[in-house]
């Protein structure tokens, strides 16, 4: 793609991007992004959801710089345990003496870390397996989409206890099981989507023009899915972050001392009474982060996808 | 099911046959999917990193005994061989014996199970009985606050960790204002005074006329059910908003308002009564989520059912119980879809 140089545009970067005669394929889709933020913009909770995700982002990256304190190392364990919330310890302190707040920066890290990896690895095949199946047809198909249906059978939190029960607690292998369990709601939709272009002139066209059936999967019917399948993964998101955050409740997803939240939460419980800020902070923290996730989701389905918003 | 569904299709030999071949096609895709689970559970076994031989002989075990006990539990056969054996002995409830409690982990799974199901169900009925109402209305009066209210519902239910939202309810409800019992099903006075029979104690106290115990009982489930309510209810009250929106904007709703029906009987009984179809399989697929979400729920009301009962066989690396657990769980989600689809061809007469 050689691109039009931005530098110059007619009249106005505004014009520019709205141009209804893009000159190169930058521009139009530089274009459609904008026209799809004016959208996106315009909606204030899918902006609020957008901030906290950034926010999020931003924490993760930062935390030793937001941090006041070590999250592993705690304070004096005679005099700085269990300390109710104030100027100092902002959430308060746990039961070794270590500073909620600081744990809760720290646990953005291992959230965005779940959260990245289960959408590498789920998306892609969730995404080959569902094109794949749609393009071939036939029994590729039925075969396909019958393990797809096994693993919906499962409720995913419980197919993931099992596979980490098999696996061993830790946290890669929490994220392992979480993307066992995720893909297959993408293959579905990835598959839909892939019937609904399959028999289309252009595929017809790039057929006639003796592409290869790799070729038409990977270079046309794959980017056509993607869109669907980020508003899906997005929405998702917030069903990941809950999943590692039951299985480190459970004590299968990360380890101490490890900052996790859901752990968090659950060393809570036991000063649940006359404790209450052990286990409410990072429980918030969850909460927070995967409301944004599903502002952010619910707002991108409506830019990319005006058919589902009602 | 078969014999279901051969009388509804009677009288008519075209809607027989059809009823029949579906009836069939339904039964093998149940056949596929439950020899699915099945085979994922045995996968998910033979990847444990625990040797099965080992935990039964212990570690100094002399290579004979390790050999023989080996071949006793069919390990030394070929893995297909070992896969119809898990298979036939999974089809007779046979999961094996749990290691935690001794007991057959079928014996175990029935026991707890009813605790499970009271709870669950007791969720369903409120968020449905909730949920169906504040829905019609949020349909009826959009963009009303009731209709932002079950949008707020919707998105905390989506959002919230039930785990922490139990725990700060515990913490409000039981701590601080003492209006329901704590964890647990029953107070321990109170487990002497009756004999389970189905299990399920609200049920076994009311029919034995143990009163005391049995508003015991109910303080006990009062806060898990409504919080599994709350998390059914957000779901149904959307759902069912987004199907009434459906069916008030249909024809048939101007031509029932021109015939100068009431409003009310326009919405509930016409609407509602369209919208209804595909609630059920709403209502039974929040009924499902149920029991997954039991799982955590359970632990923090420490609910003695099948979700406590899996998370202590993992603690304790105890895979008989939990694959056994994981395969009656992943059982009832199937049976629940399949029931859901059923309904919706006999309330549906378009299907039919």
């Known amino acids: 793609m050689a691109g039009a140089p931005p530098l110059s545009p007619p009249a106005g970067t505004r014009a520019w991007l709205l141009s209804p005669e893009p000159a190169s394929r930058w521009q139009a889709r530089l274009g459609r992004f904008y026209l799809g933020w004016r959208a996106f913009s315009k909606n204030p909770l899918a902006v609020l959801g957008l901030g906290i995700v950034l926010l999020l982002v931003l924490v993760a990256i930062f935390a030793n710089l937001i941090a006041p304190y070590s999250p592993i190392v705690g304070g004096d364990l005679r005099t700085e345990r269990l300390l109710p919330p104030s100027a100092a310890h902002l959430f308060g302190t746990d039961d070794l003496a270590r500073d909620i707040f600081s744990r809760v920066v720290y646990g953005s890290r291992t959230t965005l870390w779940v959260v990245m990896l289960v959408a590498i690895i789920a998306t892609p095949i969730g995404l080959l397996m569902g094109t794949v199946a749609g393009y071939l047809g036939g029994w590729v198909d039925t075969v396909l989409m019958r393990i797809t249906d096994i693993f919906l059978a499962f409720p995913r939190l419980i197919l993931a206890l099992a596979f980490v029960a098999a696996l061993g607690p830790g946290i890669d292998n929490a994220i392992i099981a979480i993307a066992i369990t995720s893909w297959p709601p993408y293959a579905r939709i990835a598959r839909a989507e892939t019937l609904m272009i399959r028999n289309s002139d252009f595929i017809a066209a790039v057929k006639l023009q003796g592409a290869s059936t790799p070729r038409i999967i990977l270079g046309h019917v794959v980017p056509l899915c993607l869109s669907s399948l980020i508003v899906r993964v997005t929405l998702d998101m917030a069903g990941i972050i809950l999943t590692a955050a039951g299985l480190g409740f459970l004590g299968l997803g990360a380890q101490p001392p490890m900052p996790e939240w859901g752990a968090m939460v659950a060393t809570g419980r036991n000063y649940l009474i006359d404790q209450w800020w052990v286990a409410a902070m990072p429980g918030a923290a969850i909460f927070v982060v995967s409301l944004g996730f599903n502002l952010l989701g619910d707002g991108l389905r409506d830019v990319l996808d005006p058919k589902a918003a009602r | ?352």
């Open chain 2, 1 to 352: 099911m078969a014999s279901a569904t051969l009388n509804q299709g009677g009288g008519h030999v075209g809607a027989l046959r059809l009823f029949l071949t579906r009836a069939i096609k339904f039964g093998l895709v149940l056949a596929t999917t439950l020899l699915g689970l099945v085979a994922v559970t045995f996968f998910i076994g033979r990847i444990v990193p625990i040797d099965p031989v080992l935990a039964v002989v212990g570690d100094r075990a002399p290579p004979a005994v390790y050999d023989r006990a080996r071949k006793e539990l069919g390990l030394d056969r070929p893995l297909i061989e070992q896969f119809v054996i898990y298979v036939k002995k999974a089809a007779t409830g046979d999961f094996g014996n749990s290691v935690l409690t001794t007991n057959p982990v079928m014996s175990d799974i029935l026991t707890t199970f009813p605790a499970t199901l009271e709870l669950a169900t007791l969720g369903t009925l409120i968020g449905t009985l909730i949920g169906i109402p504040l829905g019609v209305l949020a349909a009826v009066k959009r963009g009303s606050w009731i209709d932002q209210l079950v949008r707020l519902l919707g998105l905390v239910g989506y959002s919230v960790p039930i785990f922490w939202l139990g725990l700060m309810g515990l913490l409000l409800f039981y701590a601080k204002l003492g209006w329901v019992e704590g964890p647990g099903r029953l107070d321990v006075t109170y487990s002497y005074m009756y004999t389970p029979v189905t299990n399920i104690v609200l049920l076994d106290t009311l029919m034995q006329g143990q009163m005391d115990a049995f508003w015991n009982a109910l303080s006990h489930i009062a806060l898990p059910a409504c919080l599994l309510g709350y998390f059914s209810l957000a779901y149904i009250s959307r759902m069912t908003r987004s199907f009434m929106l459906n069916e008030l904007a249909q024809e048939y709703v101007i031509a029932a308002r021109v015939k100068g029906l009431s409003e009310m009987r326009v919405i509930w009984r016409h609407a509602l009564r369209n919208a209804a179809v595909p609630l059920v399989t709403v209502i039974a697929l929040s009924y499902a989520n149920l029991l997954e979400g039991s799982v955590l729920t359970e632990t923090v009301f420490a609910w003695p059912g099948l979700g406590q009962y899996i998370t202590n066989s993992l603690q304790n690396a105890d895979m008989n119980a939990v694959l056994g657990g994981t395969l009656v769980i992943g059982a009832v989600f199937v049976l629940l879809n399949l029931v859901s689809d059923i309904l919706y061809h006999l309330l549906d007469p378009r299907t039919r």
